[in-house]
């Protein structure tokens, strides 16, 4: 039997433990509606100006997200070993509100963790390089495969590869790796640049 010290103590520990737990959606910080102000995190323009989905990130302490042009450069933000900060909510446009690719929508914001990811399609994110398409729906994720080709997975299921590295993805049903094809070095080298700074 366990003695009323040890129960106490197992109880103040698993409080603790709780307590420590990642946030969830209930606790996150609101997504923040884009305005012409917000301005893409890692090449400094208006983010309005690009198409595609996008991602902002909220760090703890700091009063307005970072917000990014690509949603495969915020998930990079987040999985880059030099970042340090603490992340308190990372929301990405949900594509299966948006109006189409040029008009993602200001307001369509879905937490990073729930979406289903569209990889290696024929659609090139607002940067150029190669896109991860959030859907809140997996069957606008299916229909969005059907016509621009990819594979949908989760966010835990995709590679750092696939968002640390610069790579062109060529479209196709092909496994993954198979479809990546390295591209320059200049995403690599613009992480590299900010770190040092």
């Not at 102000?37 to 997200?65: D, S, T």
């Not at 909510?89 to 040029?102: G, N, Q, T």
Request: charged share 25%.
């Amino acid at each position: 039997m366990i003695s009323r010290p040890t129960l106490l103590l197992i109880v103040i520990n698993l409080m603790f433990l709780a307590g420590c737990q990642q946030q969830t959606e209930e606790t996150m910080p609101p997504p923040v509606a884009m305005t012409e102000e917000a301005v893409g995190h890692f090449c400094q323009m208006n983010i309005l100006e690009h198409a595609g989905p996008k991602a902002q990130i909220h760090l703890e302490g700091l009063p307005y997200p970072l917000f990014f042009s690509q949603v495969r450069d915020g998930i990079a933000y987040e999985r880059m070993p030099e970042q340090n900060y603490k992340i308190s909510a990372i929301y990405v446009s949900d594509m299966s509100k948006a109006h189409d690719w040029e008009n993602v929508g200001r307001e369509n914001w879905i937490p990073a963790s729930s979406a289903h990811y569209v990889v290696a399609s024929t659609m090139t994110g607002g940067m150029g390089a190669s896109e991860l398409v959030p859907f809140s729906d997996q069957d606008d994720a299916r229909k969005f495969v059907a016509r621009h080709g990819g594979q949908i997975m989760r966010l835990d299921d995709i590679d750092d590869a696939l968002v640390l590295n610069n790579t062109t993805v060529m479209p196709s049903n092909e496994p993954l790796e198979t479809a990546i094809i390295p591209d320059d070095d200049d995403y690599r080298a613009r992480l590299e640049k900010l770190r040092k700074e």
